[in-house]
């Protein structure tokens, strides 16, 4: 697991975008456990995001419907590259595809990861 930061004053940014509810439940359990290790988190919707400036690490994550991470979270991460590029961070996905655990399966995950992470920043 990614280790964060324990220095004082360092918090973690915890984003997500879920139709339904799950991804959002995925993303509050991700931000316990970060506070459970005694750094400040916000678990936010990638839509209520304003300033990065204020993280030193981020979680971000988002629901597979037909394929593909739901819009606003693609939006998220090509609009913050820049920023998300200077701090650690880690993504997830929750999908159908891991209801069944397999190597396969994980690369199917990985395979909607990699998709978002390879087409870079928005112009
Ligand atoms: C219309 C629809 C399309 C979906 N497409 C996929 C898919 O292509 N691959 C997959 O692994 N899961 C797929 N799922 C499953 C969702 O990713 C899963 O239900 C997820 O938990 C939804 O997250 P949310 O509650 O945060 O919106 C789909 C679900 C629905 C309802």
Request: one cysteine or more; glycine letters at 6%; charged letters at 15%.
């Amino acid at each position: 697991m990614t280790q964060f930061p324990r220095q004082p004053n360092q918090r973690v940014l915890v984003a997500y975008a879920s139709e339904f509810g799950s991804t959002a439940a995925v993303a509050a359990v991700i931000g316990q456990v970060i506070r459970e290790a005694g750094v400040e988190v916000d678990v936010r919707s990638v839509v209520d995001v304003q300033h990065m400036s204020t993280y030193q690490a981020a979680v971000v994550g988002s629901a597979i419907y037909n394929g593909q991470w739901l819009p606003e979270a693609v939006h998220f991460v090509r609009h913050h590259a820049a920023e998300l590029s200077l701090i650690p961070t880690a993504y997830f996905v929750v999908c159908a595809t891991m209801s069944e655990a397999s190597d396969e399966r994980r690369r199917g995950a990985h395979s909607f990861v990699d998709a978002v992470l390879e087409t870079g920043p928005a112009l």
